[in-house]
């Protein structure tokens, strides 16, 4: 049981924190209520990148050709502000940007003769500078999916060849160039 000169000293400690209670729910209340404004002006709510999105352009391409070391590439899409309109061996880029760059070749046998087992190599060079080289595996006679992201300026030229020459699947499920316009 409390002494008798403690008994007031609870009353003053159940007063004091009832009081620092109010203030605190008026605290969160206000900060809650009046934090949310519709002014968009208010610092702190400005993107730090200033970045305006805008929607990604894709293009596919399909392999054309026979026995070839540059590959020649035609457009699936028919309208695009991304390449050259007649691109052929060499696309051109006429737009500033992040790529992604997405490639598979796989080689078919010329008329009758199988795949050699040779060591075959796909390269992608933009301006003539390799940017991504592969291999192609014996088993599946195909590079699988190379892909790279890159940040390219208008009027780079991208080719890809393939060393030594060799035949290549036409079909776009499994030689085709994809290329993203990100921003």
Not at 12 to 21: D, E, P, Q
Not at 47 to 57: A, D, G, Q, R, W
Not at 118 to 124: I, P, Q
Request: net charge positive; glycine share 6%.
């Amino acid at each position: 049981m409390p002494q008798r000169s403690q008994h007031p000293l609870i009353y003053v400690l159940l007063i004091w924190t009832s009081i620092v209670t109010i203030i605190l729910f008026v605290f969160i209340t206000l900060f809650f209520t009046l934090g949310q404004s519709s002014n968009s002006s208010t610092v702190g709510h400005t993107s730090p990148l200033h970045i305006t999105p805008s929607s990604p352009e894709i293009l596919n391409f399909q392999a054309e050709g026979l026995n070839q070391s540059t590959i020649k590439w035609i457009t699936i899409q028919s309208e695009s502000s991304l390449i050259s309109k007649d691109p052929g061996q060499t696309i051109m880029f006429l737009k500033d940007g992040n790529y992604i760059l997405n490639l598979q070749v796989t080689l078919s046998p010329c008329g009758k003769e199988p795949v050699s087992n040779k060591a075959y190599s796909v390269t992608l060079k933009l301006n003539g500078k390799e940017k991504l080289v592969g291999r192609i595996n014996t088993n599946s006679n195909s590079t699988g999916l190379l892909s790279r992201i890159l940040r390219l300026a208008a009027g780079t030229t991208l080719v890809i060849s393939i060393d030594p020459g060799a035949c290549i699947e036409t079909s776009v499920g499994l030689t085709h160039l994809d290329i993203i316009w990100l921003y």
